[in-house]
């Protein structure tokens, strides 16, 4: 079945680590977003890509970093600059010909800084 | 720029009830309309989406949404409440006109329903 894919689901790491959230998509999709969920504050956007090895920032990157160097993978590093990184974290991709703007999700990382 | 606001983070309704969760938009230009329920520790799913086709959209498990741009609103009903519907569940406006053809989402803060006997 055609998907995305995000690992691990729950994760723990201690304050100054680095963490990175891995998102895989078989639908062939363009482009790729991660979105980060704190309740009582909906989803936010941190990074988004519309082709490979091309990214830009959304409205909270301060503290992450992406990469985007094949269509299927968009990988999100949580750095240690990241001030408060508990959070729900939300893989998604969408078309990009033919585009009506819907989103497919993944089933999302649970990252609990301790 | 664009917005969604979502009245009530939280809406009870007994089962058997119409369920109505209100959303309202902004937005500079025509939008995309979505709505997507979240089950608790997992992502979100599409119920329906408004594409500036018919106003009345009809989505799954017996949900609909009208789009009335005078009230710049597209709330979410379903006439008769489940158990399983409970959830929470946001709406989202899109601007599909990035650069390069992608779409950012803006979402609302979220209504979660909880479903009473």
């Known amino acids: 079945d055609g998907g995305i894919t995000q690992s691990p689901k729950y994760l723990f790491r201690k304050e100054g680590q680095n963490v990175t959230l891995s998102c895989e998509q078989n639908l062939n999709h363009d482009a790729m977003y991660w979105y980060r969920q704190d309740p009582g504050q909906g989803l936010r956007l941190i990074y988004y890509?519309?082709?490979?090895?091309?990214?830009q920032k959304g409205d909270i990157a301060e503290g992450y970093s992406v990469s985007r160097e094949k269509k299927e993978s968009f990988p999100l590093t949580v750095t240690s600059a990241q001030k408060n990184p508990t959070a729900f974290y939300l893989c998604?991709?969408?078309?990009?010909?033919?585009?009506?703007?819907?989103?497919?999700f993944g089933e999302g990382s649970r990252l609990t800084v301790l | 720029a664009q917005s969604v606001t979502q009245l009530g983070s939280h809406v009870s309704v007994s089962e058997g009830a119409l369920v109505l969760l209100r959303c309202n938009y902004s937005s500079s230009v025509p939008p995309y309309l979505f709505w997507y329920v979240q089950y608790p520790n997992q992502g979100l799913q599409l119920l329906l989406k408004y594409t500036s086709a018919a106003t009345l959209v009809k989505g799954i498990n017996g949900f609909e949404a009208e789009f009335k741009k005078s009230e710049t609103s597209f709330h979410l009903t379903k006439p008769s409440a489940h158990m399983s519907d409970a959830a929470e569940y946001f709406c989202?406006?899109?601007?599909?006109?990035?650069?390069?053809?992608?779409?950012?989402?803006?979402f609302g803060t979220g209504t979660q329903l909880k479903v009473e006997l």
């Open positions: 890509s519309q082709i490979v090895n091309d990214f």
């Open positions: 989202a406006v899109s601007q599909v006109h990035l650069t390069g053809g992608g779409n950012k989402l803006t």
């Open positions: 998604a991709s969408s078309m990009i010909a033919g585009n009506t703007g819907e989103l497919f």
